[in-house]
């Protein structure tokens, strides 16, 4: 028998050898891309639509975020308390930039916070109008988030009040342009 057109079938099919499992990566990864949509209609539909139990639902949503009020004004102080110590340092002053960077960056994320409390609110409320049950599971979710963020900001400030007592000791001799050296 000739050899030629058996090596020939076995070089194709070392070729399409690394296409077939590609081709099937490719089709099971379309597949659930594709369904996407059908599924999180569905999953929205299984939701509560039930009045009740979607007022239970923002009742909690509503409540959890009050919870976090509090605790977002204590960060606010504590921000404040911050400024007044980071504020009057010399942003020249040696090895302060990355605390310094890392000062306004939870500043900026408490700001964010602060802006997204009344929008979790007024989401509250649309969902409750539109009678909308997945979203106000993903406002829980999203109030949770909220939590572990303010968790993350608390202990990121301690931090800072840390970390700022060195500078502070530093700033006279920076800005009588003594070196630690001397």
């Avoid at 700001?111 to 539109?130: E, V």
């Avoid at 829980?140 to 700022?164: C, F, G, P, T, Y």
Wanted: charged residues 25%; hydrophobic residues 40%.
């Amino acid at each position: 028998m000739n050899e030629a057109p058996r090596r020939r079938g076995a070089a194709r099919w070392k070729s399409q050898r690394g296409v077939i499992p590609l081709a099937l990566l490719l089709l099971a990864s379309a597949s659930p891309l594709a369904c996407r949509g059908e599924s999180t209609s569905k999953a929205r539909k299984a939701v509560a639509t039930n009045p009740a139990e979607l007022e239970r639902s923002a009742a909690g949503a509503r409540r959890a975020l009050n919870e976090l009020k509090p605790r977002l004004g204590a960060l606010n102080a504590a921000l404040a308390e911050l400024h007044r110590q980071y504020d009057p340092l010399p942003p020249g002053l040696p090895g302060f930039g990355e605390t310094r960077a890392k000062f306004y960056a939870t500043a900026e994320g408490i700001g964010m916070m602060n802006a997204s409390m009344p929008w979790l609110a007024s989401r509250i409320d649309s969902a409750m109008k539109s009678g909308d049950g997945a979203e106000l599971t993903a406002i829980a979710r999203d109030i949770s988030q909220k939590q572990d963020e303010m968790r993350q900001a608390e202990r990121i400030n301690l931090e800072l009040a840390h970390e700022v007592l060195p500078f502070e000791h530093q700033v006279e001799d920076f800005v009588l342009g003594k070196s630690t050296c001397e």
